[in-house]
């Protein structure tokens, strides 16, 4: 890796984490402590505002923004190729905001890279969501955000119909499907759905606060402890 690449990974890795030590650095970067320290020690010449010292810890301080990054013609297809094959399994929005970011990326990169990029034989022929499935991932998602409970109506395979009032956690996308996990009022216990079969979907205004044992870190202890006595 060439000397000014690494410094640049440094900054990177010191204002992505709270406390970063030369040690960390010395991993990730594959060097020894002592070219971390001079590295270091160059940045903070160069007016890079990076606190602490050997031994100790490095963290940046706060408004720190680095220029537009540039990017190889290799990184440019692989942000090609990601949007590509995300954008058919996306709510409406973040498809329309993932196209946005390309085309930004894209206008700012040096010839040879952008025409790399723009000549990416690799596409996404899967079939998209339908329009009521996107509609409800763009809510559930707004309301994982805002932390706004949601009243469903949810067919189970069962084929039963249930009414639930629920705190949406997160959304995952398991190929052909999205589902989301929440808290359910209901149950009183963690519930997965699939976004498919929800067949009613109202935001409501009450929000909701992180209780004990009832977290997306709470749910993923549970799923892990799972797969431990599997």
Same mark, same amino acid.
């Given at each position: 890796?060439?000397?000014?690449?690494?410094?640049?990974?440094?900054?990177?890795?010191?204002?992505?984490?709270?406390?970063?030590?030369?040690?960390?650095?010395?991993?990730?970067?594959?060097?020894?402590?002592?070219?971390?320290?001079?590295?270091?020690?160059?940045?903070?010449?160069?007016?890079?505002?990076?606190?602490?010292?050997?031994?100790?810890?490095?963290?940046?301080?706060?408004?720190?923004?680095?220029?537009?990054?540039?990017?190889?013609?290799?990184?440019?297809?692989?942000?090609?190729?990601?949007? &590509?094959?995300?954008?058919? =399994?996306?709510?409406? *929005? #973040? @498809?329309? $905001?993932?196209?946005?970011?390309?085309? !930004?990326? /894209? %206008?700012?990169?040096?010839?040879?890279?952008?025409?790399?990029?723009?000549?990416?034989?690799?596409?996404?022929?899967?079939?998209?969501?339908?329009?009521?499935?996107?509609?409800?991932?763009?809510?559930?998602?707004?309301?994982?955000?805002?932390?706004?409970?949601?009243?469903?109506?949810?067919?189970?395979?069962?084929?039963?119909?249930?009414?639930?009032?629920?705190?949406?956690?997160?959304?995952?996308?398991?190929?052909?499907?999205?589902?989301?996990?929440?808290?359910?009022?209901?149950?009183?216990?963690?519930?997965?759905? &699939?976004?498919?079969?929800? =067949?009613?979907?109202? *935001? #409501? @205004?009450? $929000?909701?606060?992180?209780?004990?044992? !009832?977290? /997306? %870190?709470?749910?993923?202890?549970?799923?892990?402890?799972?797969?431990?006595?599997?």
């Amino acid at each position: 890796m060439r000397r000014a690449d690494r410094l640049f990974q440094i900054v990177q890795l010191i204002r992505g984490r709270r406390l970063t030590t030369a040690e960390f650095l010395a991993q990730r970067l594959e060097v020894s402590i002592r070219t971390v320290y001079r590295d270091v020690a160059a940045l903070q010449q160069q007016g890079v505002p990076i606190d602490g010292e050997a031994g100790v810890g490095y963290r940046m301080r706060v408004g720190f923004e680095l220029p537009p990054l540039m990017f190889s013609a290799e990184e440019a297809q692989s942000l090609v190729a990601a949007v &590509r094959l995300a954008q058919p =399994q996306l709510d409406a *929005v #973040l @498809e329309q $905001r993932a196209e946005e970011a390309l085309s !930004k990326i /894209l %206008a700012v990169l040096p010839g040879t890279a952008r025409a790399a990029a723009e000549s990416l034989t690799v596409y996404a022929l899967q079939r998209g969501l339908d329009e009521a499935t996107r509609a409800r991932l763009t809510q559930l998602r707004q309301a994982t955000e805002s932390r706004n409970k949601l009243r469903l109506s949810y067919l189970d395979l069962n084929e039963q119909t249930t009414q639930r009032v629920v705190r949406p956690l997160a959304c995952f996308f398991w190929g052909p499907v999205w589902t989301f996990s929440a808290w359910c009022e209901l149950r009183e216990d963690f519930r997965s759905f &699939r976004v498919d079969r929800v =067949q009613a979907l109202e *935001v #409501l @205004e009450e $929000r909701f606060r992180d209780e004990p044992g !009832k977290t /997306l %870190a709470d749910l993923q202890r549970l799923d892990n402890a799972r797969e431990d006595w599997a």
